[in-house]
C-alpha cells in the first residue's frame, strides 16, 4: 500500500479539473456558441433545434461538474467518461482535424483516473450510486495502472495540439499574432515540435521537472486563446489536472520503478495470457 497524503492530492485535482471541466463546457452550452450546431448535425438536428437544445445540454453538464465537486456519485464521475469521450469523438465527426479530438482526453481522462484511483466502478447499483471516498492510500495495481492512463492521456493530448499547431490551425495563428510574433506560422510548427516531442518524452519516460513545466506551459499558453479566453481555459481543465495529477502521482514512486507504457502494457498482456493458460 502507498499510504501518503499525496493520493489524496492526486484524488482532488482529478475530481476539481474534472467538475471544472464539465463546468466550462456547460457555459458554451448556456451561451449557445454556435459551432456546437455543426456537431448536432451529426445527428441530423438542424439548427433551430440545436439552438433549443444547448443549453439544456449546458446546464446538465454545470449539475454534473457542481456534483462531482461537491457530492462525487460514481456513476455520474462514469457517465462523464463516456459523455467527454462522446462530444471529442464529435468534432472529427463533423469534419474537424483528427487531432482536435486527440486535443480533448483529458476531457475524459480526468475522470477515468479519478475512478482508477476510487476503485472503478466494481460493485452494486448502490455502490454506483454512493459517492466516491477520499482514500489516504491506493494499491500497487491502482497506481499502476494510474500512470499508464495519465501518461496515455498526457501523451494525447499534447500529440493532438502539437499536429494542430504544426497544421497551422487558425485559432492559433490568431492567438500568436495577437501575442505579437511576426512570423505566425513559424512560431506554430515551432511550438508544435516542442508539444510532440514533450509528448513522446511523457509516453517513454515522465520526468517531474518536464511535467511541472508541461503544466505551467499548459495553463498559461490556454490563457490567450482569441475567443471566450475565461471559459476555453476552464473547460481545458482536464489537460491541466491530468498533468498536475502525474505530477503528484510520480512522488509515490522512485525513478527506478517508472517503466516505459510499452513495457508495461506487454507485461499485463502477457499475465493475462498466463492466466488464460492456466485455466484452460
Not at 454534473?64 to 464529435?90: C, E, H, M, S
Not at 487558425?170 to 508544435?192: C, H, Q, R, V
Request: some cysteine; charged content about 15%; glycine content about 8%.
Amino acid at each position: 500500500m502507498f499510504k501518503t497524503n499525496t493520493t489524496q492530492k492526486v484524488h482532488y485535482t482529478l475530481r476539481i479539473a474534472s467538475a471544472l471541466c464539465f463546468m466550462g463546457h456547460g457555459i458554451f452550452g448556456v451561451i449557445t456558441r454556435p459551432v456546437w450546431c455543426n456537431y448536432f448535425a451529426v445527428f441530423g438536428i438542424d439548427h433551430a433545434l440545436s439552438y433549443q437544445l444547448m443549453p439544456v445540454l449546458g446546464y446538465v453538464d454545470i449539475f454534473f461538474g457542481l456534483l462531482i465537486l461537491f457530492y462525487p456519485v460514481r456513476a455520474v464521475v462514469f457517465w462523464l467518461v463516456i459523455w467527454g469521450f462522446i462530444t471529442a469523438l464529435l468534432r472529427p465527426l463533423s469534419g474537424e482535424p483528427f487531432p482536435e479530438f486527440l486535443e480533448r482526453f483529458g476531457n475524459f481522462g480526468a475522470p477515468l483516473a479519478l475512478l482508477i484511483i476510487s476503485g472503478g466502478m466494481k460493485g452494486n447499483i448502490k455502490n454506483w450510486l454512493s459517492p466516491i471516498k477520499t482514500k489516504r492510500s491506493i494499491t500497487k495495481k491502482q497506481l499502476s495502472e494510474l500512470m499508464i492512463v495519465l501518461r496515455l492521456v498526457i501523451f494525447f493530448l499534447l500529440l493532438g495540439h502539437g499536429l494542430l499547431n504544426v497544421m497551422g490551425k487558425k485559432n492559433l495563428l490568431d492567438e500568436y499574432s495577437m501575442l505579437g510574433f511576426i512570423a505566425p506560422a513559424e512560431t506554430a510548427m515551432m511550438i508544435g515540435l516542442f508539444e510532440i516531442v514533450a509528448a513522446i518524452t511523457v509516453f517513454i519516460r515522465p520526468l517531474r521537472q518536464l511535467i511541472l513545466l508541461l503544466f505551467l506551459w499548459k495553463m498559461t499558453s490556454e490563457l490567450f486563446y482569441p475567443k471566450y479566453e475565461i471559459f476555453e481555459w476552464i473547460e481545458r481543465s482536464g489537460s491541466y489536472g491530468s498533468i498536475l495529477a502525474l505530477w503528484f502521482a510520480l512522488d509515490l514512486i522512485s525513478v527506478h520503478e517508472i517503466k516505459s507504457i510499452p513495457f508495461k502494457i506487454y507485461n499485463y498482456a502477457q499475465s493475462v495470457s498466463l492466466t488464460f493458460k492456466n485455466r484452460s
